[in-house]
């Protein structure tokens, strides 16, 4: 059992903590717990807790709302409010929006551990309060204009339009991101960078209102305005908005870019495939190359590392046997060039599969996608044992 304490009182956190830490308490796990009230929902999507404790010196209808609209999403958490005081109708009204118990101050120890028990005997089984967990592709380029941001933005729209999947679309080009400009001609309002200065407090709702949405199932969480606001995301932030993500969206597209700070090695751990876009060239080749020896040395296994040829062309000087001999890997897919749809669809802001439906890009994309959801139809199978068995 998951217990969270939010108290913007220490004293009253000390003696809750004090008095869970007996050892007649039912077994349990404290989680950090948040200042106050007002962190309920942002803990409660970043932590999940089972039981949460909340002390609210004279809750009202203003409590009361945030109750509800917390325990709609986590039907499963138990809460139980430690008050100064209440009216007279306040208990009624809390249990109606599903609080579990309400105990005053001074706080008595077999009243707490009481309702503790109670709620122990009402967890649903083990995990229920575990939440599903999206799939994170992360796209790096090899070297910068290798098309990733592209195929980043126009893979993570043919998740959403294409697959009917939820999907986000994080840029983590940190300092000069532009893959919100690939799909929508939005400004954004909100970026990264604001989203972690709100980091205690977010939850689903800021994290979705926060986006730049270009369809109901797609948002995308554009990069800092500018370099200065690109250094307040720090790692720590990208880790609680990956984990916060994928309790919520089937898919979590990261456009990574390629100067590996801190902040995109994060990222990457989060990821359950790398997408490693190249040209058929011998200078893209070279840079494939040492990313590959990059992303070996930080641990992440091959199986993970996906190389996707883009711009494409049958019967150049390079072979694609040449590329994955000299790389000692497997192509995974191969995306066609397409100069005239490709432009019009990036200088236009508008996906590719909108603009131009049919383009080969278009069909490449499409069968991308679903080789990502449905598993690859005829391939060695990793995609589908990354994504589908992880
Ligand atoms: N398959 C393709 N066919 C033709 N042009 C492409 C293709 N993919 C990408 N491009 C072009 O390459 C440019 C650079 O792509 P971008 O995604 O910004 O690269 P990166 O993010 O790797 O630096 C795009 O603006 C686009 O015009
Ligand atoms: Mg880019």
Request: some cysteine; charged content about 20%.
């Amino acid at each position: 059992m998951k217990i969270a304490i939010l108290s913007a009182d220490k004293t009253h956190l000390q003696q809750i903590r004090h008095l869970l830490a007996g050892e007649d308490a039912p077994a349990h796990t404290l989680l950090p717990g948040e200042d106050g009230p007002d962190h309920l929902s942002a803990v409660a999507d970043q932590q999940w807790p089972d039981v949460m404790i909340v002390d609210v010196s004279h809750p009202g209808a203003a409590e009361l709302t945030l109750f509800e609209q917390v325990l709609h999403a986590h039907p499963h958490l138990a809460l139980i409010l430690v008050c100064g005081s209440t009216t007279a109708e306040f208990p009624i009204s809390a249990m109606r929006a599903g609080v579990r118990d309400i105990l005053l101050w001074p706080l008595e120890k077999e009243a707490l551990l009481a309702a503790i028990r109670r709620v122990e005997h009402k967890v649903v089984a083990p995990g229920a309060t575990t939440q599903a967990k999206g799939k994170t592709l992360a796209f790096i380029p090899c070297k910068g204009g290798s098309g990733a941001t592209f195929l980043a933005a126009n893979l993570a729209y043919a998740l959403a339009v294409e697959e009917n999947k939820k999907v986000v679309l994080f840029d983590l080009n940190l300092q000069f991101g532009d893959a919100v400009l690939f799909l929508s001609d939005r400004v954004p309002t909100t970026t990264l960078a604001d989203v972690a200065h709100n980091i205690d407090r977010l939850d689903a709702s800021l994290l979705a209102a926060s986006m730049v949405h270009v369809t109901s199932n797609l948002g995308i969480l554009p990069a800092p305005e500018n370099p200065e606001r690109a250094l307040e995301v720090m790692p720590e932030h990208i880790e609680v908005m990956l984990k916060l993500a994928a309790t919520q969206y089937d898919y979590i597209v990261l456009d990574v870019g390629r100067t590996l700070a801190a902040a995109s090695i994060k990222a990457l751990d989060h990821a359950d495939v790398i997408f490693s876009v190249l040209q058929e060239t011998l200078p893209f080749i070279r840079d494939a190359k040492r990313l590959i020896y990059v992303l070996e040395s930080l641990g992440y296994s091959r199986e993970k590392v996906h190389l996707l040829v883009n711009r494409f062309e049958p019967g150049g000087d390079i072979r694609l046997e040449d590329v994955e001999r000299a790389l000692e890997m497997k192509v995974y897919a191969t995306i066609p060039n397409s100069f005239q749809a490709v432009s019009a669809s990036v200088n236009q802001g508008v996906p590719i599969l909108e603009i131009a439906s049919h383009d080969s890009v278009s069909k490449s994309l499409r069968r991308l996608a679903h080789e990502v959801v449905h598993g690859p139809a005829e391939k060695s199978g990793w995609l589908a044992h990354l994504l589908h068995h992880a």
